[in-house]
């Protein structure tokens, strides 16, 4: 389970991954809930991209990049939510040191591509509104494919370098991680190596990765809203607003819940809190996007109904 260091110090091959306690007569009720969780948000996602595929009149690029967007909510999911169910189930708290490395490259990787993803989005029902007469020639099919493959791309450049520095550092205990996955942070706290560095690019990384997703969805639905504000009729400005509210719903709980968790103060008596809100944003928003974009959205509620009539 372990091996002697170069500085006869023991270094651990495995932690303990806490999630949300011991408590035996939980783990069932709480395996059931996320297994119904991630069952739905398999099935949702995946019915959403087979229906992009396959229906011609959503072969848009909202509906491009909502494709792409749920194909990543689908592997999102995939990286988090099967190791619970183990741990739920069998009680295996132990994962080893590589294994939660690859969780969080994967988590990582996933999670600056969603800000990206979302940037795009933002951008693309910024032109929607705000430039309708020029939309066709600004978003045009392979516009489409660079900012989507820009967005991939970003979010496995990124990571790789937090990976890289991540991956110098060696763990000789204690090995409890007080969390359900594979953070940054927590794991970070655990090392005997010299951290500073790692923290800093990292601090560096998550600055000029996440920083512009944020502030420029941020910008065009303020353009977006001075926009329909300035339409007469009150018929165009609900209708305008239902091309972007779906949008907007997923960027608010998105960043929200990511802001409370990586800008609250790291202390223990805000850790169950920090859990909460990591749940939001790790299980419930892959859940949540297929649904809201499914229940308040009239072109894929069509698709869906002609889907069914086949």
Same mark, same amino acid.
């Given at each position: 389970?372990?091996?002697?260091?170069?500085?006869?110090?023991?270094?651990?091959?495995?932690?303990? +991954?806490?999630?949300?306690?011991?408590?035996?007569?939980?783990?069932?009720?709480?395996?059931?809930?996320? +297994?119904?969780?991630?069952?739905?948000?398999?099935?949702?996602?995946?019915?959403?991209? =087979?229906?992009?595929?396959?229906?011609? !009149?959503? !072969?848009?690029?909202?509906?491009?990049?909502?494709?792409?967007?749920?194909?990543?909510?689908?592997?999102?999911?995939?990286?988090?939510?099967?190791?619970?169910?183990?741990?739920?189930?069998?009680?295996?708290?132990?994962?080893?040191?590589?294994?939660?490395?690859?969780?969080?490259?994967?988590?990582?990787?996933?999670?600056?591509?969603?800000?990206?993803?979302?940037?795009?989005?933002?951008?693309?029902?910024?032109? &929607?509104?705000?430039?309708? +007469? !020029?939309?066709g020639s600004l978003m045009n099919c392979r516009i489409c494919l660079q900012l989507a493959a820009g967005s991939w791309f970003s979010g496995f450049l990124a990571n790789n370098i937090v990976i890289y520095f991540i991956s110098q550092l060696f763990f000789c205990g204690p090995n409890e991680i007080d969390h359900f996955f594979c953070d940054f942070t927590p794991m970070v706290k655990l090392s005997c190596s010299d951290t500073h560095m790692t923290e800093v690019v990292t601090s560096i990384m998550a600055a000029v990765f996440t920083l512009p997703p944020f502030l420029l969805p941020?910008?065009?639905?303020?353009?977006?809203?001075?926009? %329909?504000?300035? %339409?007469?009729?009150?018929?165009?400005? $609900?209708? &305008?607003?239902?091309?972007?509210?779906? !949008?907007?719903?997923?960027?608010?709980?998105?960043?929200?819940?990511?802001? =409370?968790?990586?800008?609250?103060?790291?202390?223990?008596?805000?850790? &169950?809190?920090?859990?909460?809100?990591?749940?939001?944003?790790?299980?419930?928003?892959?859940? =949540?996007?297929?649904?809201?974009?499914?229940? $308040?959205?009239?072109?894929?509620?069509?698709?869906?109904?002609?889907?069914?009539? $086949?």
């Amino acid at each position: 389970m372990a091996k002697k260091g170069t500085e006869n110090q023991t270094v651990m091959q495995e932690f303990l +991954l806490l999630g949300f306690g011991d408590q035996s007569e939980t783990q069932i009720v709480l395996f059931l809930l996320f +297994l119904t969780i991630y069952i739905v948000t398999l099935i949702g996602n995946l019915s959403i991209i =087979a229906l992009v595929i396959t229906d011609r !009149h959503l !072969h848009t690029p909202m509906y491009f990049f909502l494709g792409n967007l749920s194909c990543l909510e689908f592997f999102y999911s995939s990286t988090i939510l099967p190791r619970m169910l183990v741990t739920f189930f069998a009680g295996g708290k132990a994962i080893s040191v590589n294994e939660c490395i690859v969780q969080y490259y994967f988590f990582g990787f996933l999670l600056g591509t969603e800000c990206y993803l979302l940037t795009a989005m933002s951008y693309d029902r910024y032109l &929607a509104v705000c430039r309708p +007469l !020029h939309y066709g020639s600004l978003m045009n099919c392979r516009i489409c494919l660079q900012l989507a493959a820009g967005s991939w791309f970003s979010g496995f450049l990124a990571n790789n370098i937090v990976i890289y520095f991540i991956s110098q550092l060696f763990f000789c205990g204690p090995n409890e991680i007080d969390h359900f996955f594979c953070d940054f942070t927590p794991m970070v706290k655990l090392s005997c190596s010299d951290t500073h560095m790692t923290e800093v690019v990292t601090s560096i990384m998550a600055a000029v990765f996440t920083l512009p997703p944020f502030l420029l969805p941020l910008l065009s639905y303020v353009c977006i809203v001075v926009t %329909i504000l300035r %339409i007469p009729s009150t018929t165009g400005r $609900r209708k &305008a607003f239902s091309t972007c509210s779906s !949008h907007l719903t997923v960027v608010t709980i998105f960043y929200g819940t990511v802001m =409370a968790v990586y800008m609250l103060p790291k202390n223990n008596t805000l850790s &169950a809190l920090n859990k909460v809100f990591s749940v939001f944003y790790t299980v419930l928003t892959p859940l =949540a996007n297929p649904l809201i974009y499914s229940l $308040r959205n009239k072109e894929v509620k069509g698709a869906m109904k002609k889907c069914a009539a $086949r």
